[in-house]
């Protein structure tokens, strides 16, 4: 006789798991999903073995009544009985025996059971097993909070990476999160390591240049493909993107284009202006007003040649770039109080590139001593290269014929 429909939850709840499914049976089957930490996911809560057995009970309930309904009629009240004591053993029998099942009941065909609902309650015992992470802030300044959730951030991190500098820019994260390193990071970090860019040069590459994961490896490519047909080396484009790291992120027609203006506006041949930029790559990337300021300052307020112009800015190209007041400033003192010609400037104009203080310092004790003497023509000729660029004990011992400790006292009454 089959089941009623009252019965089979007492049924249900007085036969414990463990008396038809081992642990290790059900773990194999209903394993708890992972969770995932990353924004777009959602984690799915864990199936209780309750649930699976109850799954399971509903199946055993329906086999159950097919096979009852199938039997005779005329059977009689003790097999009846029988039956219903083989199916309902008692509470004693339940902890020594394990029922056996129909083949239909294996555990394959829980495999065909509908999923459980993530809205499905768990038991108390269950909660307090789970172990939830914290959840990731919406909005943050910082990329600390994703660097133990993104395999991405990790390997950036390795790699020597400055995430606290990234993070400064507030289209980082969004770009850097959205990356999957074996699809869009590998293969420009291999790229950068054809060119030339080291192990140990990465790190403070990448800090500067993150934006460089957006381009199109083809687009990078046809970029040094373009400076190698401009002649430039392998080993000069390697140096040009290590010290210009946003080189590669500039387009040809924007590479050509600067190019083509120094070599017009400086009037220099195209080795000289292939080795202008080699030295100082930042003419490609940086803005164009301050050196179009520059050549105006040196030659309508400074009073130099052109002539003069371009043998100044081979031999130090960051006078294109400077200061426009430091350099006003260094020409006035030096030309100005230690009264040294143009042409005399132009012979070292590392001058511009030296600090103000260490000019006037220097040039004030040597007055002092009385060697102050700057003109070729006379004994005792000091040059501007001598003046500036040797060390504190030569200049002293050589130039001003003094001690070193006569030179610092004397800096003590400036």
């Given at each position: 006789?089959?089941l009623?429909?009252?019965q089979?939850?007492?049924?249900?709840?007085?036969?414990?798991l463990?008396?038809?499914i081992?642990a290790?049976?059900?773990?194999?089957h209903f394993?708890?999903?992972?969770k995932?930490l990353?924004?777009?996911?959602s984690?799915?809560p864990?199936?209780s073995s309750?649930?699976c057995?109850?799954?399971?009970?509903?199946?055993?309930?329906r086999?159950?009544?097919l096979w009852n309904?199938?039997?005779?009629?005329n059977?009689?009240?003790?097999?009846?009985g029988s039956a219903?004591?083989?199916l309902?053993?008692s509470?004693?029998?339940?902890?020594?025996?394990?029922?056996?099942?129909?083949?239909?009941?294996?555990?394959?065909?829980?495999?065909?059971?509908?999923?459980?609902s993530?809205?499905?309650p768990?038991s108390?015992?269950?909660?307090?097993q789970?172990?939830?992470?914290?959840p990731l802030?919406?909005?943050?300044?910082?990329?600390?909070?994703?660097?133990?959730?993104?395999?991405?951030?990790?390997?950036l991190v390795?790699?020597?990476?400055?995430?606290?500098?990234?993070?400064k820019h507030p289209?980082a994260?969004n770009?850097l999160?959205?990356l999957d390193?074996?699809?869009?990071?590998?293969?420009?970090?291999?790229f950068?390591?054809?060119?030339?860019i080291e192990?140990?040069?990465?790190?403070t590459?990448l800090?500067?240049?993150y934006a460089?994961f957006?381009?199109?490896?083809?687009?990078?490519?046809?970029?040094?493909?373009?400076?190698?047909?401009?002649?430039f080396?392998?080993?000069?484009?390697a140096q040009?993107?290590?010290?210009?790291?946003?080189l590669?992120s500039?387009?040809?027609?924007r590479?050509?284009?600067?190019?083509?203006f120094?070599?017009k506006?400086?009037?220099?041949?195209?080795?000289?202006t292939?080795?202008?930029?080699?030295?100082?790559?930042r003419?490609?990337?940086?803005?164009?007003?301050p050196v179009?300021?520059?050549m105006?300052v040196?030659?309508l307020?400074?009073?130099?040649?052109?002539?003069?112009?371009?043998?100044?800015?081979?031999?130090?190209?960051?006078?294109l770039?400077?200061?426009k007041?430091k350099?006003?400033?260094t020409?006035?003192y030096?030309?100005n109080?230690?009264?040294?010609p143009?042409?005399?400037?132009?012979?070292?104009p590392?001058?511009?590139?030296?600090?103000l203080?260490?000019?006037?310092?220097?040039?004030?004790?040597?007055t002092?001593?009385?060697?102050?003497?700057?003109?070729?023509?006379?004994?005792?000729y000091?040059?501007?290269d001598?003046?500036?660029?040797?060390p504190?004990?030569?200049?002293?011992?050589?130039i001003?014929?003094a001690s070193?400790?006569d030179?610092?006292?004397?800096l003590?009454?400036?």
């Amino acid at each position: 006789m089959a089941l009623s429909a009252q019965q089979i939850p007492r049924w249900f709840n007085s036969v414990k798991l463990s008396s038809f499914i081992t642990a290790t049976q059900l773990r194999k089957h209903f394993q708890r999903p992972g969770k995932t930490l990353l924004h777009g996911f959602s984690a799915q809560p864990q199936m209780s073995s309750d649930n699976c057995f109850l799954q399971w009970g509903f199946k055993t309930y329906r086999t159950s009544s097919l096979w009852n309904s199938s039997q005779s009629t005329n059977s009689s009240r003790q097999e009846i009985g029988s039956a219903q004591s083989t199916l309902l053993p008692s509470m004693n029998e339940q902890t020594q025996k394990t029922p056996n099942f129909d083949s239909e009941l294996s555990l394959e065909a829980l495999d065909d059971l509908p999923p459980v609902s993530p809205l499905q309650p768990v038991s108390e015992e269950e909660a307090v097993q789970i172990i939830a992470d914290p959840p990731l802030p919406p909005d943050t300044f910082t990329l600390r909070d994703y660097v133990d959730h993104s395999e991405t951030l990790q390997k950036l991190v390795l790699l020597g990476v400055d995430l606290s500098k990234i993070e400064k820019h507030p289209d980082a994260a969004n770009l850097l999160l959205r990356l999957d390193f074996e699809k869009d990071i590998k293969q420009i970090l291999m790229f950068l390591k054809d060119l030339g860019i080291e192990d140990n040069q990465l790190g403070t590459y990448l800090t500067k240049n993150y934006a460089i994961f957006s381009e199109d490896l083809e687009n990078l490519k046809t970029r040094v493909a373009y400076l190698q047909s401009k002649n430039f080396s392998k080993a000069h484009i390697a140096q040009m993107v290590r010290n210009a790291p946003f080189l590669l992120s500039f387009s040809v027609e924007r590479l050509d284009n600067r190019l083509g203006f120094f070599q017009k506006e400086l009037e220099l041949s195209v080795k000289k202006t292939r080795d202008l930029v080699v030295r100082l790559p930042r003419l490609l990337t940086g803005s164009l007003e301050p050196v179009k300021e520059n050549m105006k300052v040196y030659h309508l307020e400074l009073g130099f040649k052109h002539n003069e112009i371009q043998h100044m800015i081979t031999k130090v190209p960051k006078m294109l770039t400077a200061n426009k007041r430091k350099l006003t400033e260094t020409f006035d003192y030096v030309h100005n109080v230690m009264s040294i010609p143009h042409h005399l400037i132009v012979k070292f104009p590392q001058v511009f590139n030296t600090r103000l203080f260490k000019v006037k310092e220097r040039h004030l004790f040597l007055t002092y001593v009385g060697r102050a003497q700057y003109d070729p023509t006379k004994p005792n000729y000091i040059s501007l290269d001598k003046l500036v660029s040797v060390p504190d004990e030569i200049f002293c011992e050589e130039i001003a014929k003094a001690s070193v400790q006569d030179f610092e006292k004397f800096l003590k009454t400036l």
